[in-house]
């Protein structure tokens, strides 16, 4: 009898570890979404994607601690155990991947502004002479439609200058 309730203890504490997995991974979940904001369709698919993960935990944990038996405490452990994790752990947990999260992201900042440098370096030599030379282009453009549209401008004129000539009064 009294392996059968140490047994049972140490599922119940197996669930409560799962369960607090389960919010770790809805942590890092919430985190991911927070960074990349995905619209409708990408939510659904993330959605199910992490629903697939949640339940392939559970069933892991219980496979490895009942043999897959599905008793009353094995809920009320893994809810137990997400819960005392929202409640204790997941404030410190979010902040501090969000911390590192945003710790990395300053860093790649930094290493892509010094890669890309001598680019922006060229690129800004060569836009003085780029919006010169486009600015001159554009006016030699402009010129050379208007240019061009003088012929049709001129028959326009003349046809509406010889209809006035052969109206009747």
Excluded: H
């Amino acid at each position: 009898m009294d392996s059968y309730v140490q047994n049972q203890g140490y599922i119940f504490l197996s669930t409560l570890y799962g369960g607090i997995i389960i919010g770790f991974a809805y942590d890092i979940y919430r985190i991911f979404r927070y960074y990349f904001k995905p619209k409708k369709i990408a939510t659904f698919i993330e959605d199910f994607i992490f629903w697939i993960i949640i339940s392939l935990i559970s069933l892991t944990v219980l496979l490895y601690t009942n043999w897959g038996e599905i008793r009353g405490y094995v809920f009320i452990g893994f809810f137990s155990g997400a819960f005392l994790y929202s409640k204790l752990l997941s404030k410190i947990i979010i902040s501090t991947i969000v911390w590192i999260v945003n710790g990395i992201i300053s860093i790649l900042r930094r290493v892509f502004k010094v890669i890309f440098f001598p680019f922006r370096l060229i690129m800004s030599k060569l836009r003085e002479p780029y919006v010169k030379l486009k600015s001159s282009v554009n006016r030699l453009t402009r010129k050379t439609k208007r240019y061009l549209g003088l012929p049709f401008v001129v028959l326009k004129r003349c046809k509406k200058n010889i209809k006035t000539l052969f109206r009747k009064k």
